[in-house]
């Protein structure tokens, strides 16, 4: 049986260990979650509506997205992990009619999105009490994932499948050699799916990752609303979103600060940027903003040009990392497209993304870095 080993234990790791056939392969996984994205995430799952012009990432994103009802499926994903929830986009209502537009346009090819409705001001209240009256456009494919959750899930599954977990640090001697504290293994594959860590893991092998950390703080309330886990997500115009979970638990989030590095310190500054834009949709702001509030801060990884990139690198060595800010909805499918290619010999992600080759580099310098 050949010997596999997983570096990075966040949602593209833990779905690819799931995934792998373990009659073909033995897996050791290795984790050592300092920063890790996946449990300080958001969990918006909702990219159809998103401006960006990339058009491989909309396909990749888009088809993510559709991959969720399979994902809930082989691993019995219940409502405290994932829960379709819709999406409310609040924006100025001449920009609804635009929206609404392209969300029309986008569901032909993308049916996931359910029903799209535009909705009055009081509508958008009677389905997120928390909100002020303001116009909104409702798609009801749209979902949140409790990405620490789900991560719980996937290694206990991963577990009683067989997968070997190794709660350490590890550096790569060479494309085959994992050494950790004072041990190393050598192995026939080895993938790395370690977020922003991808770059410092392949600089002794002599590649050159275009790649750097973001860091990403966001809030978490608890309230009284004990219908929360029913709300829907609200994306507000602007830079946080809120995101209601069960319970009472209320996300507002996330920055995205791209110069400091791998810090992972909560800020006042965050708590400031993150609100201050918010109050405006508040139906009682000083009421939800004086909640005990408690921060989670993760690093998310990113390249140049904001797409990620998955694939291998040589006959030994998989990579996955650049997912950016939404890796929630595109890493579980590049971790079972990465587990198809090694079951089966799929290579179907071209139409994805970039060559792997505009990413990583081995010997030369990248402009960009
Ligand atoms: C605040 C915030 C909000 C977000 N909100 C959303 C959202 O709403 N929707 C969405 O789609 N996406 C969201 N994202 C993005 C998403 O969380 C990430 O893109 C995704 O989780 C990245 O997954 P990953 O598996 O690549 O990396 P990670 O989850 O970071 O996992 C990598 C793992 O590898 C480990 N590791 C690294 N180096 C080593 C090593 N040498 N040895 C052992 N282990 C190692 C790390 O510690 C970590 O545990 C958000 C991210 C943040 C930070």
Not at 200 to 212: F, H, I, M, S, T
Request: glycine content about 8%; cysteine-free.
């Amino acid at each position: 049986m050949k010997k596999i080993a997983i570096i990075g234990g966040g949602i593209i790791g833990l779905t690819l260990a799931n995934y792998i056939d373990q009659k073909k392969y033995h897996v050791t996984l290795f984790d050592e979650p300092t920063g890790q994205a996946t449990s300080a995430s958001a969990g918006i799952i909702s990219p159809w509506l998103s401006k960006r012009r990339n058009k491989q990432w909309y396909r990749l994103a888009k088809d993510g997205a559709a991959f969720f009802p399979k994902l809930i499926q082989d691993f019995q994903l219940d409502d405290t992990i994932y829960h379709q929830s819709g999406t409310l986009l609040l924006r100025p209502e001449k920009q609804l009619t635009e929206l609404l537009a392209l969300a029309e346009e986008r569901k032909k090819s993308a049916p996931e999105i359910g029903t799209i409705k535009q909705l009055s001001a009081e509508q958008t209240q009677q389905e997120l009490p928390l909100l002020k009256p303001h116009p909104a456009l409702k798609v009801s494919g749209g979902g949140r994932l409790d990405g620490k959750a789900y991560l719980i899930r996937m290694r206990t599954l991963a577990e009683e499948k067989g997968v070997h977990f190794i709660p350490q640090q590890a550096q790569l001697a060479t494309t085959t050699t994992v050494v950790y504290g004072e041990k190393q293994a050598i192995f026939d594959q080895v993938i790395v799916t370690a977020g922003p860590h991808l770059k410092k893991l392949l600089a002794p092998l002599g590649y050159q990752v275009d790649l750097r950390p973001q860091k990403g703080q966001l809030l978490v309330f608890q309230t009284a609303f004990k219908n929360s886990g029913d709300f829907p997500v609200a994306m507000l115009d602007g830079e946080a979103d809120l995101i209601p979970f069960l319970a009472g638990k209320i996300l507002l989030g996330a920055t995205h600060e791209n110069e400091a590095g791998w810090n992972l310190k909560e800020t006042p500054a965050a708590f400031e940027q993150l609100t201050h834009g918010t109050r405006k949709f508040l139906a009682e702001p000083e009421k939800l903003l004086a909640q005990p509030v408690h921060y989670r801060v993760g690093t998310r990884a990113y390249t140049s040009d904001f797409a990620p990139f998955f694939g291998q690198l040589n006959d030994q060595l998989l990579v996955a990392s650049g997912l950016g800010s939404s890796g929630l909805t595109t890493g579980p499918y590049i971790g079972y497209l990465l587990a198809d290619y090694l079951n089966t010999g799929n290579t179907n992600w071209q139409e994805y993304q970039k060559e792997l080759s505009t990413y990583i580099q081995s010997g030369k310098t990248l402009a960009s870095n």
